[in-house]
């Protein structure tokens, strides 16, 4: 069964710091991976996703993922925190051919004045 | 053009009450599906539709809960005799198509809170 692991329910920068959150995943077969972003009472947007076309995916704010399958994993970074990436982060998996997302419990993240 | 959409926003239910949320996705979306997501989880999968064809429903919690689509667009999620545990936001999200790699579009959800 496909499962997904992030690391740290909460994480801490400060602006203008690198940000790093942590995902690792679970699956039987080539994966489709994603990263969403949820504000608070709003619903969840795509940030970006991998799709085996590239192992570097660059998403949308400034966002990226690599996606390191020795490692099985598919972190995001981004080299400089804005005060508005302050949300929660929720990495997820597709296995190929299948429809449902699994999630990950989610980060939390904090961007520090 | 227009996200999709939820209503109610909030539901407060007495235990043991019926309640129905509505789905309205994104037109000409082909697939639809419904999620559940506790404080302080993500979200998880209940059911998926394409079309009008129900093809997973491997995630509802028990029959109490009930998921429609009967022309292939709007969708109302019925949980029956509601209970405490059924607290929750309850997401919808709709894709294009039909593939594993299609982008899954979210609303803001329902707040479900069972008294």
């Known amino acids: 069964a496909q499962s997904v692991t992030q690391l740290g329910s909460h994480v801490s920068v400060s602006e203008g710091a690198l940000v790093l959150l942590r995902c690792n995943y679970s699956s039987s077969v080539p994966p489709y991976l994603f990263w969403y972003v949820q504000y608070p009472n709003q619903g969840l947007q795509l940030l970006l996703k991998y799709t085996s076309a590239a192992t570097l995916v660059k998403g949308i704010n400034g966002f990226e993922a690599e996606f390191k399958k020795s490692e099985t994993s598919f972190h995001l970074t981004k080299p400089s925190a804005h005060m508005s990436d302050a949300a929660e982060y929720f990495c997820a998996v597709s296995e190929g051919g299948g429809n449902k997302l699994v999630f990950g419990a989610g980060t939390i993240l904090r961007v520090k004045s | 053009g227009a996200g999709v959409s939820q209503s109610p926003r909030y539901k407060v239910a007495k235990r043991g009450q019926d309640v129905a949320l509505r789905c309205d996705p994104i037109?000409?979306?082909?697939?639809l599906f419904w999620y559940q997501q506790a404080l302080g989880q993500g979200p998880e999968f209940l059911t998926y539709f394409q079309n009008e064809a129900q093809l997973d429903k491997s995630g509802l919690p028990s029959d109490r809960f009930f998921a429609e689509r009967p022309e292939g667009s709007v969708s109302t999620l019925k949980i029956q005799r509601t209970q405490q545990e059924d607290s929750a936001v309850y997401l919808c999200?709709?894709?294009?198509?039909?593939?594993?790699?299609?982008?899954?579009?979210f609303g803001p959800g329902t707040r479900l809170t069972v008294l």
């Open positions: 999200a709709s894709s294009l198509a039909s593939g594993g790699v299609d982008t899954q579009y």
């Open positions: 037109s000409g979306h082909v697939s």
